[in-house]
């Protein structure tokens, strides 16, 4: 009898065993499987939550033309329009040792304080946005910094056109204080979303003036 009881206790130890470690397996499992389904609801509302964090806008309007002298203000008193943020696009291009266009590019600069601030705010990689009364400051997307091999603090040479002169009227050396993502270069939409993007401050906009400018957005 004391040989059955002794053997009863052994199995017992042994089939304990086991079950603590199928348990132990059935818990480390479940957990790398809630784990991995949490990260993958994360990562299938991190787009629209960077949307949210950006403070997307909802419409993207471009005039025919320039839109400057009162479209923008007019915009504003639209019923529906909560916010605009108007931003121009320049006649500029990088150039290249020999003063060539090397890249083609979407340069933009912002009107006034709105545009990246109060809409469409980027999120900066390294850096920081131009400051909006330095005319020499820009920031670039992801694409333009891996294109164009730029990091904070490098120089970038641009070429102005005014008109439709083909050839650069002005040279500027810009220094490049920020490397950014957008929505547009996260997810690209357009074919311009998909070349490098570089933006300056509302200073280059008055620097250079209405001849360069390629054409408006308000957001």
Same mark, same amino acid.
């Given at each position: 009898?004391?040989?059955?009881?002794?053997?009863? =206790?052994?199995?017992? $130890?042994?089939?304990? $065993?086991?079950?603590?470690?199928?348990?132990?397996?059935?818990?480390?499992?479940?957990? +790398?499987?809630?784990? +991995?389904?949490?990260?993958?609801?994360?990562?299938?509302?991190?787009?629209?939550?960077?949307?949210?964090?950006?403070?997307?806008?909802?419409?993207?309007?471009?005039?025919?033309?320039?839109?400057?002298? !009162?479209?923008?203000? +007019?915009?504003?008193?639209?019923?529906?329009?909560? =916010?605009?943020?108007?931003?121009?696009?320049?006649?500029?291009?990088?150039?290249?040792?020999?003063?060539?266009? /090397?890249?083609?590019?979407?340069? !933009? =600069?912002?009107?006034?304080?709105?545009?990246?601030?109060l809409l469409e705010v980027p999120k900066m990689l390294?850096?920081?946005?131009?400051?909006?009364?330095?005319?020499?400051?820009?920031?670039?997307?992801?694409?333009?910094?891996?294109?164009?091999?730029?990091?904070? !603090?490098?120089?970038?040479?641009?070429?102005?056109?005014?008109?439709?002169?083909? $050839?650069?009227? $002005?040279?500027?050396?810009?220094?490049?204080?920020? /490397?950014?993502?957008?929505?547009?270069? /996260?997810?690209?939409?357009?074919?311009?979303?998909?070349?490098?993007? /570089?933006?300056?401050?509302? =200073?280059?906009?008055?620097?250079?003036?209405?001849?360069?400018?390629?054409?408006?957005?308000?957001?």
């Amino acid at each position: 009898m004391r040989a059955v009881s002794r053997l009863a =206790a052994h199995k017992f $130890r042994a089939a304990w $065993r086991g079950w603590v470690f199928l348990a132990l397996l059935t818990g480390v499992a479940g957990g +790398a499987v809630l784990t +991995a389904a949490a990260g993958a609801l994360r990562t299938d509302s991190a787009y629209p939550r960077f949307l949210q964090a950006s403070k997307a806008s909802d419409v993207l309007v471009s005039p025919t033309g320039t839109g400057l002298g !009162g479209y923008y203000a +007019a915009l504003a008193q639209r019923p529906g329009a909560a =916010a605009i943020a108007p931003i121009v696009g320049l006649q500029a291009l990088p150039l290249g040792p020999g003063g060539t266009p /090397i890249v083609q590019a979407v340069v !933009g =600069a912002p009107l006034d304080g709105r545009f990246g601030r109060l809409l469409e705010v980027p999120k900066m990689l390294a850096g920081r946005q131009p400051s909006p009364d330095r005319p020499g400051e820009v920031m670039v997307d992801q694409i333009a910094a891996a294109a164009l091999h730029l990091h904070v !603090g490098s120089r970038l040479v641009m070429g102005a056109m005014a008109g439709n002169d083909t $050839r650069p009227t $002005r040279v500027l050396s810009e220094r490049v204080v920020g /490397i950014m993502v957008t929505r547009g270069s /996260i997810v690209p939409v357009t074919l311009l979303d998909r070349v490098p993007a /570089i933006f300056g401050s509302a =200073a280059l906009f008055r620097e250079l003036g209405p001849a360069t400018v390629a054409s408006t957005a308000p957001t």
